[in-house]
């Protein structure tokens, strides 16, 4: 079985010396669960913020008002400022946020269930995909967890540049 | 099977129209993430902080500095801090914490690896319990998960008076 996504990101982020935070919206905490499945995990994760309400977005992330009006709260600028905000609230070097629709209600015309935005924030740059998940609630939740994981490998490896 | 303690638990809340919000240190998300299992979760739910470090605790949940230095992080006094921060950072009617060590690392000679604060707090007072957990890591999160969500389900059905 190839190595835990969570516990290759811990090697990484102890060999660079880099500590991370989280902005969770549809995953609820599993982000943060996942990271801290590590034993020493506590060296780089710093911590995080659970925000499922648009106040919780706002109060304790920093998203602006108007982005979540204007934009929504699953969208690639919510995304975005979700993670700049975890990174500033906690002080961290980089932020992570998950904001998407787990179904299985929410869906709306544009933004069916499954739609999920994942953001990578570090004072370098921002970085965000967009993902479609068609499984079940909970396997919505994962694939959301897998993806910005990854993303965040992806971003230490430098196989990226900011967008913007 | 027994219904799920999240689902129980999100029935309950439905039924008397409270909120929640969670704060979560050695469970990392955990609480969140089996809360949020439940669909429909949003309608009670916050959401919440995820307060690894000291300095988490202090800025995101108004732990008072003076608590954590001279209790420690793992505590009665921290717990019950940590859930009122979350009640207050978050506008809900009732907070939740966990803080405790997970293992395997962490232990110390007055607090071994497994000890675990849990606490709940509304307006109506706050409630704490200690535990001694006895399996790895992973089992102790998810021990401290149900005791924290059976603490709040005693507290909701009322065979609990304020202690504090």
Redesign the interface.
Known sequence: MAEQLEVRLGKRLTELGKTIA?A?S????????????A????TY?????????Y??KE??LNVRHRTLYEFGAVSEKTAREMARGARR???ADIGLAVTGI?????GLPDKPVGTTWVAVSSREGDWAHLHQWEGD??QN?MYSVDAVLTLLLDVLDNEMTPEG
């Open positions: 989280v969770e549809c995953t609820g905490g599993l982000i943060g669960h996942r990271v801290t499945d034993p020493g995990s506590s994760f710093l911590g995080g913020v659970i925000a499922y309400s106040e919780a109060r304790l609230a906690l002080g787990a179904g299985p209600g929410g609630r909970s939740k």
